[in-house]
């Protein structure tokens, strides 16, 4: 129910009026945005709340919002421009913001008042929440949903074969300080992939696969980002295993195979460099277009002396390296800090062997699936 002052309701009601509106956003990491579609600032206390200045430089447009008397989600789509950089002291949203998510399900005020005596208080419009932005030629898009979306919410549990719990949250149990490690940027790849500069857990291969990393200094501080795997070091591979290089045919790449253990294992990802020695004229550090277990396909084609080669050494050229799923939405620069927390794919193997957290493991893996359900007694 909608409540306002009597001096603002007579207001309202008269044949003239001075109202304007006034939108406050309210981000998860407690950054405030106040804007006017008034062409003055307007200073106001919303609700008895911190008093903020609402700016009329918003840069957006806004469809109509649709109601209903019904329990149906009201929705608005806002349409605006992501700025590169602050042009003004009053901040603004800014294209690496949004893309970062940080603007992601904000909570959102609209209201009206009247800017000729903002004493009478506020006429509640809308109560919010923006939804995912997308970005296109410099512009940003996002949808605005009422509360009633939280209503749409599934608010009981179902049976499923994997954990229901977050790892490190309370269901979980794990104390992510007794995962945590640090480190630093010792040198950047490029914004996805860096060289730390400190050893990291480096065994199974796959300890940080899906993990969290949390910048704590430079430009992408606070910020979060999921791990897709951590290659630990140098890894050499000889003759002893059955590495063999062969040239490329028709068109088709270079490739290195192997005769047994397996390339993914042993921390291979695509976009790595590799260091091939074998005849001279093949020496050379080459990139690595796709993995498989045996099977390691070059991005280029080197001089080739002999079209296969089994006398081949195969060292990775980056050690020590992070690559994440995104790339980071500011620069990596060398020095800035972060911590990591690995990685849980909810399965109860994964719960027993890397974490030994069993116990607290929420899922039902041997609950009979669909195919039970389909079954019946064979007649012969």
């Known amino acids: 129910m909608k409540t306002l ?76 421009v992501a700025i590169e950089e602050h042009a003004l002291s009053f901040p603004l949203m800014l294209e690496a913001d949004i893309r970062a998510g940080l603007f992601d399900y904000a909570d959102l005020w609209i209201f009206l008042v009247n800017w000729a005596d903002l004493t009478q208080g506020d006429l509640p419009y809308f109560r919010g929440k923006l939804g995912e932005f997308q970005i296109e ?44 490690e640090d480190a630093g940027v010792d040198s950047v790849i490029d914004n996805r992939r860096f060289v730390v500069d400190t050893s990291l857990t480096a065994a199974p291969t796959d300890y940080w696969d899906g993990g969290l990393l949390v910048w704590e200094t430079g430009a992408n501080a606070g910020l979060r980002c999921e791990i897709k795997s951590y ?8 003759d002893s295993i059955g590495v063999t290089f062969t040239q490329g045919t028709g068109g088709n790449p270079d490739k290195i195979t192997r005769s047994s253990g397996s390339f993914i294992a042993d921390g291979w990802r695509a976009g790595m460099s590799a260091v091939i020695t074998e005849t001279v004229a093949n020496n050379a550090t080459r990139g690595i277009a796709s993995v498989t277990a045996l099977v390691l396909t070059l991005t280029t084609s080197g001089s080739v002396v002999n079209a296969t080669d089994s006398d081949v050494t195969l060292t990775s050229a980056e050690t020590e390296v992070i690559e994440l799923f995104l790339p980071a939405q500011y620069d990596i620069e060398v020095g800035d800090e972060f911590y990591v927390l690995p990685g849980c794919n909810k399965r109860l193997a994964t719960c027993r062997d890397k974490y030994d957290n069993v116990l607290n493991f929420v899922g039902e893996p041997f609950l009979p699936g669909r195919a039970a359900i389909l079954d019946y007694p064979d007649a012969s």
């Open 5 to 80: 002052s009597a001096q603002l309701r007579s207001h309202v009601q008269g044949t003239t009026t001075t109202l304007a509106m006034c939108w406050l956003i309210e981000r998860g990491d407690g950054e405030i945005y106040a804007f006017t579609e008034h062409d003055q600032p307007l200073t106001f206390s919303l609700d008895g709340g911190a008093s903020h200045t609402y700016r009329p430089e918003s840069a957006f447009v806004r469809s109509d919002i649709s109601t209903s008397a019904q329990l149906s989600v009201s929705n608005m789509d806002v349409e605006g």
């Open 231 to 238: 290659f630990p070091g140098a890894v050499a591979l000889s």
């Open 137 to 180: 030629d410099g512009k940003f898009k996002f949808e605005v949903r009422s509360l009633t979306q939280q209503l749409s919410k599934r608010v009981t549990e179902v049976f499923t074969e994997e954990c229901r719990a977050d790892v490190f949250d309370s269901r979980c149990t794990l104390n992510s300080a007794d995962y945590r």
